[in-house]
């Protein structure tokens, strides 16, 4: 990359942006009546997002205006990658150590936050945002899987004129999105703060002794900054793990987190409300424990009239939801399994053949990931426009039904789109309404029948359109559409038999597979995880945190097994693309 005095740039631009930069200051202070300490933090808080504004569009080079950002991104803390091969052993170590460094983390809560009046904005997708509430977790993998998603959809929509196929433009993609990646930190911590992960007033306290007057901000600015470290170790152990491990970091941390919650979902003694004691009130949480306690507990009259039905429908963790859990884990087991194969003949050994694999699953779990993600943040802002002190005010999306509702203290939408879109996390949430009018009131939250269906209707379309979408959108910036595939194919020394070795017809050739298959991977994936969350899961880690984990360890069982069989056989490396 040059150096920034050769970049040509058009510095003409800055008076505009400035210009436009003042007037938000005072739409803000005037909106947000902010002043002396507030409206200071505002201004250092938007300078950085204002210069990025400026280097991307006063680039007056050849290529896409994001290049302007290289000045930035390209000295971004990084993690080098390898310059040759990394044995499988130090793969293995890696990756271990990664998972165990997240665990740590998780129970490393942030300091000074006034626990007993967070609200954990994230409830329903922290499983597959693979955080904990409280922690430096806190976040999760939520602020790079939506970078991810921004980049993607911006690309795209080809409003990022960038050529993925082409290396400059392709490192200025992954430049931008780990610029992207910190601006959504910011994005997604500092609202929270300003609004739902409060200080104690001890700490705040103990800031003024710094700033007088001023403890409570210091206080904040505290959290944010611990939330900031937080989400940017996850980036780099994510991609620790991409350049020196095994898989993808992020999908180890969300298969990590699910299982853990699986698990105790499933054996936790201790009962649901931990300050009372175990009764048949207060039963163990998890389904083994919980239905064992109520069958040796109970009567053969209280059994018949509701004791089945709390064992096999009612939270927490029912039996319905371990059964639904056991067949998410075999219908993802066949659907990896099943696969196209292409044959393939290597063009110089001669009698050297192997087949070349399309999966059923071929865009893997990652629309899933990316949709789950969409929707966690549409929670999010949604529930900042209802209650936040300062976004509630904001004109036409604050405190508006339409966008969502929500009861004080709690993070569940009760009304609006946001309650169209949420999860349904159980058959006692929707089954039980249908057939028994007495559990309307219950779980409805003062809506109808009519309304339910058109609930459970919209949020199976949205997940089944949503997972097709982006599942189109990672093979295209992935190097796995028809034409890398076939690049990749011809690179390796191999063709299929019966074609010349031409790779514009090996292109022609997947044509016919790979777009079909991403359609079908896309809906599969997404129609599962929504029936799955229809009916249920135990740790109430969501249908999609079940598919994801599943999906993940047998992607990574085979990954593991690729390794070893590189590592005896290291002429396979250049076909596997690892060098």
């Known amino acids: ?239 620790v793990v991409s350049k020196w491990g095994i898989g993808s970091g992020i999908s180890m941390f969300i298969a990590a987190g699910v299982s853990r919650a699986i698990f105790t979902g499933t054996l936790n003694w201790m009962p649901g409300n931990s300050s009372l004691p175990v009764s048949l009130s207060n039963p163990p949480a998890g389904t083994i424990p919980k239905t064992l306690y109520i069958i040796t507990h109970s009567s053969a009259g209280s059994l018949a009239n509701g004791g089945v039905e709390r064992i096999i429908l009612q939270p927490p963790n029912p039996l319905i939801a371990l059964v639904g859990t056991m067949v998410i884990f075999f219908i993802v087991a066949y659907a990896e399994s099943s696969r196209v194969e292409l044959p393939l003949a290597h063009e110089s050994a001669r009698g050297a053949r192997g087949r070349y694999p399309i999966r059923l699953i071929y865009a893997s779990n990652i629309p899933v990931i990316l949709m789950s993600a969409l929707l966690a943040n549409i929670s999010m802002f949604s529930l900042l426009f209802w209650s936040h002190p300062t976004m509630s005010n904001f004109p036409i999306l604050g405190h508006n039904w339409m966008l969502g509702a929500y009861e ?105 597979y790979i777009p079909v298959v991403t359609v079908i991977s896309g809906a599969f994936v997404g129609a599962l995880a929504a029936g799955a969350n229809l009916i249920g899961t135990v740790g109430q880690t969501s249908g999609t945190g079940v598919l994801l984990t599943v999906g993940i360890l047998i992607r990574l069982y085979e990954q593991i097994g690729k390794e070893q069989v590189m590592e005896m056989h290291p002429m396979l490396r250049g076909f596997f693309g690892t060098g």
């Open 1 to 239: 990359m040059e150096p920034e005095d050769r970049v040509p740039r058009n510095k003409k631009v800055a008076l505009p942006i400035l210009a436009g930069w003042i007037l938000l200051i005072l739409f803000l202070r005037w909106w947000s009546h902010l002043e002396g300490m507030s409206l200071w933090f505002t201004i250092l808080f938007t300078a950085p997002f204002v210069g990025m504004v400026y280097l991307a569009y006063s680039y007056a080079g050849e290529g896409s205006k994001l290049y302007g950002l290289r000045t930035i991104s390209d000295r971004l803390p990084a993690v080098k990658r390898p310059e040759g091969h990394v044995h499988f052993r130090t793969k293995m170590f890696w990756t271990i150590l990664i998972l165990i460094l997240y665990f740590v983390l998780t129970n490393v809560f942030l300091y000074g936050l006034d626990k007993k009046t967070t609200v954990d904005m994230f409830e329903s997708y922290r499983a597959i945002l693979a955080g904990a509430q409280g922690s430096l977790m806190h976040l999760g993998i939520g602020p790079i899987v939506t970078g991810s998603i921004i980049m993607q959809l911006f690309t795209g929509a080809k409003i990022f004129n960038l050529d993925l196929s082409k290396e400059d433009d392709k490192a200025t993609y992954q430049g931008v999105q780990k610029l992207i990646v910190i601006v959504m930190i910011f994005v997604e911590a500092v609202p929270q703060v300003y609004g739902y992960l409060q200080p104690s007033s001890a700490f705040a306290a103990s800031m003024d002794g710094w700033w007088a007057g001023h403890g409570m901000a210091l206080a904040k600015t505290f959290i944010v900054l611990q939330l900031f470290v937080g989400s940017y170790l996850v980036f780099l152990m994510d991609e």
């Open 408 to 512: 004080p203290g709690s993070s569940q939408p009760v009304a609006g789109l946001a309650w169209y879109l949420n999860r349904p996390r159980g058959l006692y949430e929707w089954f039980l309404p249908l057939v028994n009018s007495r559990y309307a009131d219950a779980y409805l939250q003062r809506h109808d029948i009519g309304q339910l269906v058109v609930k459970l209707v919209v949020y199976v379309t949205v997940m089944i359109v949503g997972s097709i979408i982006f599942a189109k959108f990672w093979i295209e910036t992935t190097n796995m559409g028809p034409r890398d595939v076939a690049k990749q194919i011809q690179n390796s020394g191999m063709r299929i038999p019966g074609f010349r070795r031409d790779p514009r017809i090996l292109e022609r050739v997947l044509e016919r």
